[in-house]
């Protein structure tokens, strides 16, 4: 069988197994397997013995919901590949709002200095670095195993993003501008999700405590009183929005948001004068 002959039987598989988006990842998955392009893919490559076996054991863990993103070893985002594995979030398509509002505020003074607090796989850090390579970033990560990835995805983009491994901002002495991608699920639903996200990421890097927010609450206090940096943009989940900018006026700031594809508040922006 042909590639595209492969990736039909692949979906039907991925489809029993209770998964959407089955056809796409199909083909994702024969493509990577094989190590084709799209156009080969479609011009009728043939798979040899090896990239078959490859397949098999990617398409029996995909049937355990283990992320695509896990089995590849990658996730697009801003336009470029990130390397992703366990132990890291996978970066998610609205979580580039916060790469926007860094753009934004740091374009217009090169002599800025941004911060990226719980970078994860160092997604918002380096594509703002890369976009902006005159901008000093920085970015904070607890986890050692999420800055090892984080370290890896500097290399390939962005190497002169300073990497700390810290608490939030402990380590960090001066920021104009944060971005921060922080936990936010309340810890009683992270279980309800799908089993990609529950089973699979780190819940570190998932459990925002009682209500969601406890995380948040500890940046926005920090730099209200500490670095007052002229920005904070925070991404929250859904129906969180009202609730953070209730935290950030409670600390003197000016608050806007910002509305994903699907129209939901997904980034609070905190400007102190």
């Given at each position: 069988m042909n590639a595209r002959e492969v990736a039909g039987a692949a979906a039907r598989r991925l489809e029993a197994a209770g998964l959407e988006d089955a056809r796409f990842e199909a083909e994702v998955l024969v493509r990577e397997a094989a190590g084709i392009s799209r156009a080969a893919y479609f011009a009728g490559a043939v798979l040899d013995g090896e990239a078959r076996r490859r397949l098999e054991g990617w398409l029996a863990r995909r049937e355990r919901r283990e992320p695509l993103a896990y089995i590849t070893g990658w996730r697009e985002f801003f336009g470029r590949r990130f390397a992703v594995g366990r132990g890291v979030l996978v970066p998610r398509p609205e979580t580039e709002l916060l790469v926007e509002a860094g753009l934004d505020a740091?374009?217009?003074?090169?002599?800025?200095?941004l911060l990226d607090v719980g970078t994860g796989s160092g997604a918002v850090a380096v594509s703002v670095a890369a976009e902006a390579p005159e901008v000093t970033v920085v970015a904070t990560e607890i986890s050692e195993e999420a800055l090892r990835f984080a370290g890896?995805?500097?290399?390939?983009?962005a190497p002169h993003v300073g990497l700390v491994h810290c608490d939030l901002a402990t380590a960090v002495r001066r920021a104009d501008v944060v971005l921060a991608n922080l936990p936010y699920i309340p810890s009683g639903e992270i279980e309800a999700l799908e089993p990609e996200v529950s089973a699979w990421e780190p819940r570190i890097a998932l459990d925002g405590g009682n209500?969601?927010?406890?995380?948040i609450r500890e940046l926005v206090r920090d730099c209200a009183e500490r670095l007052r940096p002229r920005l904070v943009a925070l991404e929250v989940g859904y129906g969180q929005a009202d609730a953070v900018a209730e935290v950030g006026r409670g600390f003197g700031a000016e608050v806007s948001t910002m509305r994903d594809l699907a129209g939901i508040d997904r980034v609070v922006c905190l400007r102190w004068a």
């Open positions: 740091v374009r217009a003074d090169p002599g800025a200095v890896l995805n500097a290399a390939a983009h209500d969601g927010l406890e995380l």
